[in-house]
């Protein structure tokens, strides 16, 4: 009987050098595994593989020299770890997450939930070649967002409480991008500086400030045989309901105007990047 290959793959199992051999691929969103998880992981390859895993670049846990032969009893295992294949091939990878304000001092934003929304929106979905989610708490940027076709950075846009302020400094010496200053005991904010770091607010002694959560999009971005930084072409996005107008937007973008083995930057250079920022503009703006 002929083997599907691409079916093989587009389940997570990719074919090794070594004959009737696969790498499975393992769904794991946002990094996070459960215990009990890493259990059936490690039973699974002691039993079906040579009794070690590989950790990908992207968070990812593969399991090789899966044997053909086996493969079926290896799907039945992983659901009863509650573990899912990942995918390979020409569609959307599973999404990449730091650990986020749940966990991190520095974070900014839910990272692990984000990541969970856009796996069950996107995961799998089939393009012209693969797609790549990061999400990252700050911009300490742990998760390295711009590597992504499209990274999301956490932020905090920040107002100043003055009647709360003891103008004790700590906000301006703290700045990295020398953003506040102090005049006449007034606190002045350059937002044309302010990367939304939140730094400021997170070390200010008596909460004199007031924090809206946000998000920062880059699109296009490669590391590869070429590499790009993907690029921010919108404002700080503060509401769910315009941050996946604007992704739907982008990947519909690349669905719509993609060839197939290409990557979605170089659909943004063939289309045209003045054409491709003016979509994203409309839907900023719904």
Same mark, same amino acid.
């Given at each position: ?47 079906? +593989? ?5 950790? /990908?670049?992207? =968070? !990812?846990? #593969? @399991? ?5 032969? &086996? ?17 390979? +091939? ?5 999404? /990449?997450?730091? =650990? !986020?304000? #749940? @966990? ?5 934003? &839910? ?24 999400? /990252?708490?700050? =911009? ?147």
């Amino acid at each position: 009987m002929a083997v599907d290959y691409g079916t093989l793959k587009r389940g997570g199992f990719m074919r090794q050098k070594q004959k009737n051999c696969f790498s499975l691929r393992l769904k794991v969103v946002g990094g996070h595994l459960e215990a009990k998880q890493l259990l059936k992981i490690a039973e699974i390859s002691e039993k079906y +593989g040579d009794g070690h895993v590989h950790l /990908t670049s992207r =968070q !990812g846990v #593969e @399991i090789p020299f899966i044997k053909l032969a &086996d493969i079926d009893e290896v799907k039945t295992a992983l659901a009863e770890g509650d573990c899912e294949p990942g995918t390979c +091939g020409p569609r959307v990878r599973t999404v /990449t997450a730091c =650990q !986020g304000m #749940e @966990i991190c001092p520095s974070g900014c934003v &839910d990272t692990y939930a984000l990541a969970q929304e856009l796996s069950e929106r996107f995961f799998g979905m089939e393009l012209p070649h693969k797609f790549k989610f990061g999400v /990252t708490g700050c =911009q300490n940027n742990c998760l390295k967002a711009e590597e992504n076709d499209i990274g999301i950075k956490g932020g905090i846009r920040v107002t100043w409480i003055e009647d709360k302020c003891i103008h004790c400094g700590v906000c301006e010496s703290i700045c990295r991008t020398k953003a506040i200053s102090f005049k006449d005991n007034k606190l002045l904010l350059d937002e044309s500086k302010c990367n939304y770091c939140g730094r400021c607010t997170k070390a200010c002694p008596v909460d004199s400030w007031v924090n809206d959560e946000g998000y920062i999009l880059s699109f296009g971005g490669l590391f590869g045989n070429r590499i790009h930084r993907g690029e921010e072409l919108l404002p700080l996005i503060q509401d769910k309901e315009t941050l996946f107008r604007v992704i739907d937007a982008a990947v519909h973008f690349f669905k719509e105007n993609g060839s197939s083995g290409e990557r979605f930057r170089f659909t943004i250079e063939r289309v045209g990047e003045e054409i491709f920022r003016e979509k994203m503009k409309e839907a900023y703006h719904g």
